[in-house]
Nanobody, 129 residues
Framework: QVQLVESGGGSVQAGGSLRLSCVASGSTYSIYSIYWMTWFRQAPGKEREGVAAIYLGGARIYYADSVKGRFNISQDNAKNTLYLQMNSLKPEDTAMYYC???????????????????WGQGTQVTVSS
């Protein structure tokens, strides 16, 4: 089992920045079994959507079109931590943000909700105009 804990959410004005963190914990075997980690978000009344995905083995990153050029996903393997740097925030970025992890290496639909086995509890991001 892998546990994921997000932090870094908050309230900012449009144009501002936030950095989200997601710390993974669990047995060494479980941690090293993870291939993909992804940030999702869900606004009230809307479906959960993939925002940014990263292959932990390197060289594969995917972003939703709505955040390309503004958000940056990264990892620190030594700290078992996933980050999401969010710049030029817009009111439409307001949502609960979740990190998720997948122990499968396939790169089929890395932003898809259904493929992820492990989920964090989320951190709220609110962007005011």
């Amino acid at each position: 089992q892998v546990q994921l804990v997000e932090s870094g959410g908050g309230s900012v004005q449009a144009g501002g920045s936030l950095r989200l963190s997601c710390v993974a914990s669990g047995s060494t075997y479980s941690i090293y079994s993870i291939y993909w980690m992804t940030w999702f978000r869900q606004a009230p009344g809307k479906e959960r959507e993939g925002v940014a995905a990263i292959y932990l083995g390197g060289a594969r990153i995917y972003y939703a079109d709505s955040v390309k050029g503004r958000f940056n996903i990264s990892q620190d393997n030594a700290k078992n931590t996933l980050y999401l740097q969010m710049n030029s925030l817009k009111p439409e970025d307001t949502a609960m943000y979740y990190c998720a992890a997948d122990p499968r290496p396939s790169d089929e639909n890395p932003l898809g909700v259904s493929r992820y086995k492990y989920w964090g509890q989320g951190t709220q991001v609110t962007v005011s105009s």
